[in-house]
């Protein structure tokens, strides 16, 4: 257990921000910063969310009696969205409800085993991508063909792998903004379909995480149509780190791999929707959510059981300060982890609706450092109130644009402004998809600080007298 | 990775000796202790060590090319008996050989799994504690009895866990001198035959473990004569606070446990053993080293690869800078893990050899912080001189004895004077027994600081000119 506790001065910061000065003029250059005023209603109910516990109780109650919460319609994921219908009622929410969707074809790990089987024979630690295919129940044995990053790779010809097991290791460093994820990641994204069309009998990667533990980081890849998907599967990285240092010794390393991953036909699911009705129908709905599934190596504490107690408790703030002018949807979305179907069928289901923003918290328990949006020109002035008042928790205007995320990415590409409060990604990706992402991985401090991003999000944006969306479509 | 790199300060401080001056009185109540002349060879061979990787690299070579060593003859330590006689030949050692002895029946780890049947559905981690009794392959579903310590299950009347499953959890926090192990780990050692005694179909503890992680923590118990041993096994500690928060929920929670460990009979094992043949075959042996085998979730790399790596590293510069009058003999000792074996038939075979001393490294890799003997009162000066030797590397006079360590402990058993380099325990049982224990986890300046302590003894000890022993045996 890693704990980075938010720097007491921060917190001692969060006073009413309607009591703060706009900046001094900066010597020569630069211009003063044009004065926000900051409700003094919403600096005092940000203030109240840093002390709320709703959002623990959620990530202790869903990763204590649900525990793993399978993706791709699992047993366990319809208890969690029982406990969720139960618990949101129980909140105050109202209009809640199940709304149900069937996955055509579920994806299911099965034994997953490998070893070094020459040189240095020993077990090692891996699991499977999701979307892998299938090694004999016997296992496949074959040798390496070492690769030290994707790009090395893509330089091989068509056809040099065959009866090879292809071994990318490529190594993952923390980002506050987790890019190095997309980086570093493409060795899963993209790895087994390249090692796959070119020949490769199967495809192991250094997991995609910034530890040196023993889990391994579980994760779905892809294969292109036409390509048949080859066993595929991530190894920890301690074991990724033992297994390149065999290899640079100079002998042939052959391993041995038992995975038997299948596809077991279609599943019923479903996402589970909350609301805060609002006073005005036609100012659109603010959407906010997260993930009920998790990969089933951990509990799923920071992804995302997290990010589903930090959007609720923030809604179920400003519900009880007063009922807002927009209509505050939460969205405990289904099956994210392996292919964002939740977020698929809720725009599926809900096109007809108008929608002013979609944020989504999935990117662990750890700060808000940064808000970015995708605002319209028009709604500027909600965009100006939302950095002074989050200001004071520690959190910087970006530059960049906002809406991402795989929940609301559908939502999005209607041409809906997405509002993002990015969390630091310093430490996420230690335990990313692990069998170490439980409870005691989230700083309740550090939640907290979240909650009272989200809950000043939820009050100036469901509040705003300005006209929201829609916005351009980004290609 | 959580790396305690050793402060520069104190590297700085690791100048000869021999250049230092006795401390000035200290005002009023202390006396200045009497001034000890540190060999100016013995100063500088300390300090060559520090920039010694030899130890690195056999904890290296055996992680990498054999990986886990598991206890009890298995394969795997057979080949790291050879690859341990080659290294040692390799690095100039002398008689340099395999004591072969039997081990009377191996007991061998099988399927172990579990998870709440009842009322959270959901898989928790655990391993079968050494000489676990098993459950039917199909497994064995018991309500849990709940225990917060050790006394609470000693306070329980016999008879009263019949058909129930003990769970002890206690917790337990780092020290330097790693007492905690010694209390919290009663659980462990114990508890499993106070709740057989007490009629209780299994029992699961919390790892013995500072750590917050899923990986199980291995480790052997012992049940009494005439005790029908019970499937016992320890929860991680992630598990182990999961369980605990569904029991203080107050419903009853019954667990379903699959292990099936057994014992298969007898096995071949050994010992590797090495000198550095002294000038005066009458003076003793200072006997040193490490284990070989590990628990088999890890690949034993701080217990005990580093273990062998610093006490062999150590006795390679003593050798390299003359022979001593004592004979060194560095001990890679056979399935300590399982039962002392290793070191209990090294004392059978070597009953007729005078010791003058003996010391074991088997506490990790971190740094030395303290030194303590059982040297007689003749020797003192030899114990004064090893103080004011090792005082530069940051290592204090301990006021207790010496001689601890479960390999040394049958021939100091016999007579033989201790003389024991204590590491810092605080990180130690992070991931002690655990799958984390692999290279990684060792940090080269603290092992460094390892070789330098151990050759400054070993300069001392095995040219000491005063008389070694033998010492009276504590009870």
């Known amino acids: ?68 919460r399978g993706t791709g319609g699992s047993a366990a994921q319809a208890r969690a969205r029982e406990w969720g219908v139960a618990k949101l009622k129980a909140l105050g929410f109202r209009n809640v409800r199940i709304e149900p969707y069937t996955l055509p074809n579920v994806w299911e790990r099965g034994v997953e085993t490998a070893e070094v089987a020459a040189p240095y024979p020993q077990a090692l630690r891996l699991t499977a991508l999701g979307n892998s295919g299938a090694t004999p129940a016997a296992g496949l044995t074959a040798p390496v063909a070492f690769f030290a990053t994707l790009n090395d790779l893509l330089a091989v010809p068509a056809g040099s792998l065959t009866g090879r097991i292809a071994f990318v290791s490529n190594t993952m460093e923390p980002t506050q903004d987790g890019s190095s994820y997309g980086s570093a990641g493409a060795a899963r994204f993209v790895g087994p379909n390249i090692a796959a069309q070119k020949g490769a009998a199967a495809i192991v990667i250094r997991s995609i995480g910034t530890d040196h533990g023993r889990g ?41 791999l038992v995975l038997t991953p299948r596809f077991v036909g279609p599943r019923q699911s479903g996402n589970v929707v909350a609301e805060v009705p609002g006073t005005d129908r036609d100012a659109g709905i603010v959407l906010v959510g997260g993930h009920l599934d998790s990969w089933e190596l951990g509990t799923g504490a920071i992804d995302d059981a997290s990010g589903l107690g930090i959007t609720t ?29 939740g977020g698929q069928e809720y725009a599926r289901a809900h096109v007809g609706e108008r929608h ?120």
């Open 1 to 68: 257990m890693i704990r980075h506790a938010i720097p007491l001065a921060l917190l001692a910061a969060a006073t009413p921000a309607s009591a703060q000065q706009p900046a001094a003029p900066a010597a020569r250059t630069r211009a003063a910063p044009p004065a926000v005023t900051v409700d003094p209603r919403v600096a005092a109910l940000r203030d109240k969310a840093l002390g709320d516990d709703v959002a623990y109780a959620i990530t202790e109650g869903l990763t204590t009696e649900i525990g793993q």
């Open 216 to 256: 391994p980081h579980a994760g779905s890849t892809n294969f292109a149509p036409g390509v048949t998907p080859i066993p595929a599967a991530a190894l920890s990285v301690a074991d990724a780190e033992n297994l390149e240092r065999m290899v640079k010794l100079g002998r042939p390393v052959t391993l041995k």
């Open 313 to 341: 408790a923030a809604a179920r703030l400003v519900m009880e300060a007063g009922r807002p002018r927009r209509t505050i949807r939460v969205v405990w979305f289904g099956d994210e982890e392996i292919g964002g179907f």
């Open 356 to 475: 002013a923003t979609a944020s989504e918290s999935d990117f662990g328990a750890d700060r808000v450092w940064r808000v970015e949006t995708s605002l319209p020109d028009a709604a500027r002035p909600v965009a100006d109130r939302l950095a002074a008042a989050l200001a004071p928790l520690g959190i910087v205007r970006g530059t960049g644009t906002g809406g991402d995320g795989t929940d609301i990415g559908p939502v999005i590409r209607t041409g809906v402004a997405g509002v993002d409060l990015n969390q630091s990604g310093l430490r996420y990706f230690d335990v990313h998809h692990t069998p170490e992402d439980t409870l005691d991985r989230v700083d309740p401090a550090q939640l907290r600080q979240n909650v009272a991003a989200w809950t000043t999000m939820l009050a100036i944006v469901a509040n705003a007298p300005e006209e929201i969306g829609p916005v351009p479509v980004r290609p």
